[in-house]
Every structure is written in C-alpha cells, then in structure tokens.
C-alpha cells in the first residue's frame, strides 16, 4: 500500500460552462490553479475530436504555464498523437471515443487493438511521455495493457459508480470486487494503477481503500459541487475524504 493516493482533477467541466456561452469565462486555466492550491497532485483534460469542452488553446496553456503534471485523456487518432507530441504532457491517458456519447461509457478495447494501441503509445514514449490506458477491470485487458508496454492503467469505476446511486449493495460488491482483483493483477505485471470515472463524496472512500491504486482522477462531481461551495472547498473536502480512506502504514 502507498501511503499517499494522488488526485488529479479534471477540469473538462469548467470548458463546458464556458462554451455555453462561447465566451472566456469560467477560465479553465483559474481552475487549475485553483486545484494547484487546494492540493491536488495532477490536472486532466480530455481533448475531444468534436472540441466539446476543453480546446486546442486550452491544452497549450496548460502544457506551458500549470505547476502540476498535465494528464492529456486522448483518442487513438493520428491528430491527438501530433498535438501530444508537440506539447508533451506528462501522461496521455488513451481513451476510447464516440461522437454521440454524453461522456466516456467504457474501457478501451485493449485485447482487440493491441497492435495499433502498441505502436501509438511507443511513438508518444519515445518523446518522454507516460502512457496510460483507460480500461475495464477485466482481466483480458488488464493482460493486454500490460503487453502494450504501457506505463499506467486507469480503472473505469464506472458501474461501481451507477451501482451506488442505485444502492444496490449486492451489485457494489461485484464490482468492487473487481476493481480490487484488477488492481491486484495490474500491480503484479508491473503497471502503475489509477482509477476514475463518477467517483464522488459518498462512494470515493472504498476506491481510496484499495491499497494498489495511486491515483484517483475526479472531475464531474468537483466542478458541480464548486456550484455550492467553490472549487477549493469542493476538491480539499474530497483530498480529505481520500486521506481518511488510506492511513498512513508507518
């Protein structure tokens, strides 16, 4: 078990706001900063291909004038790998994409596009980029990720997220159960392992508890609840919540 659990904060969501007016306010970069001073460890954008939120300025602002690592969440497309390769954020986490989905609704397909997903991540390891793949706790996947040479898996928690606000209890244990399993196998072929996706105040703890993840990148639920109570208050009373949730060994 890490004694620290990291939390990158996805800030997609202010762009959202943004654009609804096609103005420059709420501005994302404030945003980052904002996260930088109420202690989160990393920043993550999603560029979509349909620019629906965070854009091609906003990636180059962030590359050049944040003080935390710049996680790029990216499709497998030959136009995302050349503005990754000309800005270099620390990680490029490689999700899968839809045109028509309202957000990400599953892992990428690692086991039926090996090939493909090898070669694009070592282009972009070459040019001192860390790779992480967006998965489903599944372990066809996880072993695929593996032989990609990729450096990070992040967990979809996706169904664990919906399984709590439904309450169901019996369905919260299926997929807690494989979070951790995956956790576990990913650990053991070498890949550091992350984990997202509708996390939120009530159901952040049990993810936090599972001693392999290192990191936790939350996004949605922070920027709404900035709504209520600011952006600062929003992301320390979930670096809070994290720290409960894994104690310190020693």
Known sequence: MTDYLRLGVNIDHVATIRNARGGIHPDPM???KIATQ????GITA???E???HINDDDIAKLSADIDLPLNFEMAVTDEMGIIAMRHKPNACCLVPEKREEVTTEGGLNVAGNGNRINDFSRMLQQDGMRISLFIDPDENQIEA?????ADIIELHVGPY???CLAGNQQQIAVELARLRNGAEQATALGLEVHAGHGLDYDNVS???????IVEL???HFLIGEAIFVGLEASIKKMRNLMDKARPKTH
């Open 30 to 32: 404030t945003a980052a």
């Open 217 to 219: 990148n939350i996004g």
């Open 50 to 52: 349909d620019r629906r």
């Open 145 to 149: 990720s593996a032989k990609t040479g």
């Open 46 to 48: 999603h560029l979509r």
């Open 206 to 212: 049990a993810i936090a508890a599972i001693p392999q």
């Open 38 to 41: 109420a202690g989160a460890d």
């Open 161 to 163: 997220s919906h399984a």
